[in-house]
């Protein structure tokens, strides 16, 4: 073992000992030091729901936490955390309005938390690191106790999730400057690798390694990276499926180059990566958009009433079974619209006007001047417009 050695200083001196001597020497006294952000909030990620937690939290709602300090410019992913912990905070209230709010809050954690890692992905900065993993993988991530997220996941015995027997849009666009949002902002939303019952061959295994390196390329913002994973995806799909079929995608037989990315790109049946945008209303949400609603999401349409009005339904009403949430989705919908017009003005100033009127024509005003049309990425496609919502 090593001898240690210390070594003996002198005690520092006070500053203001420190700029005297300045002063009489004609120098500036040193700045104060900048401050040190961390890569990660304090607080973040919120602790997963346990239930003495949740019962502690519902019977004695503890005081808002106060807003922390952040930097007034850079470090946006600091503040892309702060905003996931104040979305996550007004769920859980909300759930302790249920029977039985373990579940509901458990469904909040995870969907804010999905929410943050879509806006992750939105922007060219790396990436959280439990962001990289889907599902159950990334819920353990970002929990405190792992091994409550995997017994949790155990005991789901549906999971809404996109439709396994649909096919993939093949083959995928060019990226280009116009679609390259979509590209990275979606990625989340897009069919991660089947179950073991699920599609295999060249088109399942090009679309997974595509999106491999598209994630990779996001991080970069790169759009010549998206450019070169997309040619090269297509030429190793050519020879792969050349390998096992006798029949080739027609694309294929053009040959390499050019010409062959030009067959495939006029071929792509959704050039601009929009297959998961949709624009539906939430006036009337029945069954078949609450499957939508209760799967993995991006809201795009950021104007107030919205999100609060759409995370309040989903954070109350995904967890219940199916049968229960249209009702469930018009009881919240009815106690949000009442809790904001019960709000100072200076909190939400109702640009339409709809709370100044009473009844049934304050609800018809709110679902046609903001929830008739909204925009947002999801996993599991609504129904067409016109059809059962």
């Known amino acids: 073992m090593g001898t240690r050695v210390e070594v003996l200083q002198d005690p520092p001196l006070p500053p203001h000992v420190l700029a005297a001597a300045a002063a009489a020497a004609g120098a500036t006294p040193p700045p104060h030091p900048s401050r040190v952000w961390a890569s990660t909030l304090e607080g973040f990620p919120p602790t997963w729901p346990v239930a003495d937690a949740v019962t502690r939290h519902c019977r004695q709602p503890p005081p808002p936490a106060p807003t922390p300090p952040l930097p007034p410019t850079a470090f946006a992913h600091l503040h892309r955390q702060a905003a996931a912990l104040d979305a996550f905070r007004p769920r859980l209230d909300t759930c302790c309005r249920r029977r039985n709010p373990l579940p509901c809050a458990r469904h909040a954690w995870k969907d804010v938390l999905d929410g943050f890692c879509t806006d992750e992905f939105g922007v060219k900065t790396r990436q959280f690191h439990c962001c990289h993993q889907r599902g159950t993988a990334r ?7 792992p091994d409550a997220i995997a017994e949790a996941a155990a005991k789901v015995v549906t999971v809404t999730t996109w439709d396994p027997a649909g096919e993939l849009p093949f083959p995928p666009g060019e990226p280009t400057a116009a679609n390259m949002g979509n590209i990275c902002g979606l990625r ?6 089947p179950g073991p019952a699920g599609r295999s061959g060249p088109r399942v295994h090009m679309w997974l390694r595509l999106e491999r390196n598209y994630g990779r390329c996001c991080r970069n913002g790169s759009l010549d990276c998206a450019r070169d994973a997309w040619q090269k995806g297509l030429d190793r799909f050519c020879r792969e499926e050349a390998a096992v079929k006798t029949k080739q995608h027609r694309c294929c037989q053009r040959g390499g180059g050019h010409a062959r990315a030009r067959c495939f790109a006029a071929a ?23 499957r939508s609603l209760c799967g993995p999401t991006r809201l795009l349409t950021k104007r107030r009433p919205v999100p609060e009005l759409l995370g309040a339904v989903t954070a109350a009403c995904c967890p219940l079974p199916a049968e229960e949430q249209s009702a469930c989705a018009q009881e919240q919908l009815s106690q949000g619209i009442a809790t904001l017009c019960a709000t100072p003005r200076d909190a939400w100033r109702d640009p339409q006007g709809c709370c100044s009127r009473e009844g049934p024509e304050r609800r018809r005003c709110f679902d046609a001047a903001y929830l008739g049309q909204v925009t947002l990425g999801a996993a599991v496609a609504p129904p067409p417009p016109g059809h059962d919502q």
């Open 268 to 290: 792509a049946p959704h050039p601009a990566y929009d297959r998961e945008l949709h624009n539906v209303s939430l006036a009337q949400p029945g069954p078949a958009l609450l």
């Open 139 to 145: 819920h353990r991530c970002f929990a405190q106790d």
């Open 188 to 193: 989340g939303l897009r069919p991660g690798p």
